[in-house]
């Protein structure tokens, strides 16, 4: 067993995709055009914003990089290792921090080797210092089966939002052949991570990829999944996305520059709690099921396609906000819900089924029913109505005398999984 969360029965796990045609839809009252082909999504804007600008500024309250030797000022992070550890291996992890900073283009990085640890004093975001303390050099692996929430037994967890368990097979590839990793934001198509592969060590870098067939595969950083992603035939300069969440592209673009073994253990800072939502800027996808009696209603009919919550009937809910007052917080699961003129609450659903199913109220059975939800498995308490759908997550309303969990929502295979494939510009 490799979970007790929700277990996908699909043997190559959450085999994720996205119709073109369901994707592909025109915002007129907004001035922009979303144009989307299966796994490529491309924005067009009529505005002539540039979709492709590079974003390596700050994030979540991180910090700029620079080409030049750091200020007075600039923040020292200690990557912490385990008490009595000898100098010389504390020495030789301080030498190859030094060398995944520059890897990642943290030029201005001055790295020392401390009693108690690596000191550095350098213009790294979070996810550059945590991936620099990483102990094992990143791999990449095919994902065998997937399950949704946290591993309870054998399996790799994801990090970010969405909770998953994976069961992987073996490493196909390290990441040596990767350089460049970059993350680049198409205004309000997301996020996208870019990449160059050695043509010295291309054909190889291909080949190992190949041996994990079509299924989805994984990037795994010290044993945790830090993105999945389709499977795809690289190209020299190649990207992942866009849609990705920025948290997402952010972890995996440093956890690629990762590709030695550290002597030591090393105490990685904590990553940053993401925002919500932002305007024009991040476009997000979670999958929405209702179960009512034992049984999954269809996916909510489309609704709100004029605004940046809203469903095109395919089972999820859209986040790209197009004005403050559907951004960040105020992107909740009752928004979507208002919008198709449906409502949840902790002990009542009137959704797209037309009834209305109050807690103690019976099913058809005659048993007395429970309006309950979870997020990935987990049960959540309180109004599911407050929520604020992350990049995705399942998330599942229920109504039902049954007390066991509902298992994963059908709605999960309409989640897109960006494949690797060669950059465009």
């Known amino acids: 067993m490799v979970s007790r969360g929700w277990q996908n029965a699909d043997a190559v796990g959450l085999t994720l995709h996205v119709a073109g045609s369901i994707w592909a839809r025109r915002h007129a009252s907004q001035r922009r055009t979303v144009l989307a082909a299966v796994g490529v999504l491309v924005l067009v804007s009529a505005c002539g914003s540039d979709n492709n600008s590079s974003t390596h500024g700050p994030l979540f309250g991180g910090r700029s990089n620079s080409s030049g030797p750091p200020a007075a000022s600039a923040p020292t992070e200690l ?4 008490p009595g550890t000898d100098h ?6 301080a030498d190859i921090v030094r060398a995944r900073l520059s890897r990642m283009g943290v030029t201005d990085a001055i790295v020392t080797a401390q009693a108690d640890g690596v000191d550095v004093r350098s213009s790294a975001d979070p996810y550059q210092l945590h991936a620099a303390a990483q102990q094992h050099a990143t791999t990449i692996a095919a994902i065998t089966s997937t399950a949704v929430g946290p591993c309870n037994g054998p399996g790799a967890g994801s990090t970010g939002a969405a909770v998953r368990c994976y069961v992987l097979g073996p ?10 990793p970059a ?4 205004s309000g198509a997301g996020w996208k991570l870019t990449v160059a592969i050695d043509p010295t060590e291309y054909k190889a870098f291909r080949a190992g990829l190949a041996g994990g067939g079509t299924g989805p595969l994984a990037l795994v950083a010290d044993g945790s999944v830090v993105l999945a992603f389709g499977s795809g ?6 990207a992942i996305g866009p849609p990705l969440a920025e948290d997402q592209a952010r972890q995996a673009a440093a956890a690629l ?8 253990a090393l105490a990685p800072p904590a990553l940053p709690t993401p925002p919500g939502a932002r305007v024009d800027l991040d476009f997000w996808t979670a999958a929405v099921g209702v179960k009512i009696c ?7 009919p489309a609704s709100g396609l004029d605004t940046g919550v809203h469903s095109h009937g395919d089972g999820l809910v859209y986040i790209h906000p197009f004005n403050q007052g559907e951004a960040g917080d105020k992107a909740t699961l009752g928004l979507f819900l208002k ?7 902790a002990d009542q659903l009137s959704l797209w089924d037309g009834d209305e199913h109050r807690s103690g109220t019976t099913c058809p059975n005659g048993q007395t029913a429970q309006v309950r939800w979870w997020v990935d498995g987990a049960e959540q308490q309180g109004d599911p109505s407050t929520f604020t759908p992350r990049n995705g997550q399942a998330i599942v309303l229920s109504f039902d005398s049954d007390i066991a969990p509902p298992g994963p929502p059908p709605q999960m295979s309409g989640l897109y999984l960006p494949p690797l494939g060669a950059a465009t510009t």
């Open 233 to 238: 035939v690289p190209a020299v300069q190649s």
């Open 339 to 345: 919008r198709g003129g449906w409502h949840a609450s």
């Open 294 to 300: 034992g049984a999954w209603l269809a996916n909510a």
């Open 88 to 93: 010389a291996a504390i020495t030789a992890a």
């Open 257 to 264: 520059a990762v590709d030695a073994e550290l002597p030591v």
């Open 171 to 180: 490493t196909l590839t390290g990441v040596t052949p990767v350089s460049n």
């Open 183 to 186: 993350v680049q934001a198409a």
């Open 79 to 82: 990557l912490k290792a385990p």
